[in-house]
């Protein structure tokens, strides 16, 4: 734009009519120089313009998923308040319950639950051990159902509860 200024006071100045139209079409490039450039900055705004309103959406959808978050947080908080509970009640049961039985049997039960990830006992399905995996023989499972004693699988040692299976 400064350097089109000066070049139109040069025209004043030009005494030829050579360096006249040389001057004229060195004006005629600088302006369009300058339409180019104005053109590209126009693109350039709009371009910004677009990305600001991407910004926009992405932050509405931040916002969005922060709310949905805090929502699933405080479920869930509730959840573990609620399960908190129902173990405080379990504990409870289960105390009165280990107080009943027989101390050989309740510290036989708590080493093999210690061992064994929790799982003392397992229900016999199907004649296999849901423990280990391996066949538990029918004396056993005959010696369960018709005693009531206590049976051990004799490959993870869990304590096994059978139950009559029903023939559909």
């Known amino acids: 734009a400064e350097e089109r200024k000066n070049k139109q006071k040069k025209l004043l100045e030009v005494k030829t009519n050579a360096e006249y139209k040389a001057l004229l079409k060195e004006v005629e490039y600088a302006k369009q120089a300058d339409s180019a450039t104005e053109d590209d900055i ?7 313009d677009a990305l600001e309103q991407k910004i926009k959406e992405k932050e509405k959808s931040i916002q969005e998923s922060e709310r949905k978050l805090k929502e ?14 129902e173990h405080q009640i379990l504990q409870g049961e289960r105390k009165k ?4 039985l027989d101390p ?12 064994r990830a929790g ?3 397992v229900t ?4 296999v051990c ?4 391996m066949q538990v023989p029918p004396q056993t499972i005959n010696e369960v159902l018709q ?8 490959y993870c040692r869990r304590i096994l509860y059978c139950e009559l299976e029903e023939t559909a």
């Open 42 to 48: 126009l693109v350039v705004l709009e371009e910004i």
């Open 72 to 85: 699933e947080t405080l479920n869930l908080e509730r959840e573990g308040v609620e399960v908190d509970k």
């Open 97 to 100: 319950v280990a107080a009943e």
């Open 104 to 115: 050989a049997v309740l510290g036989d039960y708590e080493k093999i639950r210690s061992k």
């Open 119 to 121: 799982q003392a006992v």
């Open 124 to 127: 016999v399905r199907k004649e």
């Open 130 to 133: 849901p423990g280990c995996h």
């Open 147 to 154: 005693t009531g004693e206590i049976r051990h699988c004799q």
